[in-house]
C-alpha cells in the first residue's frame, strides 16, 4: 500500500520559517496533483497549496499566497512546501495529499484519494 510520508514540522516563532517535505513510499501509480491541507484543532481541515504535475501549476489559499512556496518533484511523487513569515495563526497539523482532482475540486479534500498521517507545525514565541 502507498504511503505518503510527511516531514519537516516542528516549532518556530513568528516571522519564521519551515519547510515541509512529503514523498510517496513508493511508486504511487498515477497522480494528477499533489497538495498540501492544513487542520487546527477545533477547526476543519483546509486547503493551503497544490501543485498540478501536468504543467506544474500551482494554487493557494489566499491566507498563504505570498508566504508559502509548493514545488514538486514529478519523477518521486514528492512535493515541498517551504513556509516563510510564519504567524500564529498558521499554527496546525500539515497533510499531504496526492490524486487525479480536476480543476474544481484541486481545492477541496474529495479532490484526492491518498492523505499523509500529519506533521505538526507551533508558531508560538
Known amino acids: 500500500q502507498v504511503q505518503l510520508v510527511e516531514s519537516g514540522g516542528g516549532s518556530v516563532q513568528p516571522g519564521g520559517s519551515l519547510r515541509l517535505s512529503c514523498a510517496a513510499s513508493?511508486?504511487?501509480?498515477?497522480?494528477?496533483?499533489m497538495a498540501w491541507f492544513r487542520q487546527a484543532p477545533g477547526k476543519e481541515r483546509e486547503f493551503v497549496a497544490a501543485?498540478?504535475?501536468?504543467?506544474?501549476?500551482?494554487y493557494y489559499a489566499d491566507g498563504v499566497r505570498g508566504r508559502f512556496a509548493i514545488s514538486g518533484d514529478r519523477a518521486n511523487s514528492a512535493i515541498h512546501l517551504q513556509m516563510n513569515s510564519l504567524n500564529s495563526e498558521d499554527t496546525a497539523a500539515y497533510y499531504c495529499?496526492?490524486?487525479?482532482?480536476?480543476?474544481?475540486?484541486?481545492?477541496?479534500?474529495?479532490?484526492?484519494?491518498?492523505w499523509g498521517q500529519g506533521t505538526q507545525v507551533t508558531v508560538s514565541s
Open positions: 501543485i498540478r504535475w501536468n504543467g506544474g501549476r500551482t
Open positions: 495529499a496526492a490524486g487525479i482532482p480536476i480543476l474544481s475540486t484541486i481545492r477541496t479534500i474529495g479532490g484526492y484519494r491518498m
Open positions: 513508493s511508486r504511487a501509480g498515477e497522480i494528477g496533483a
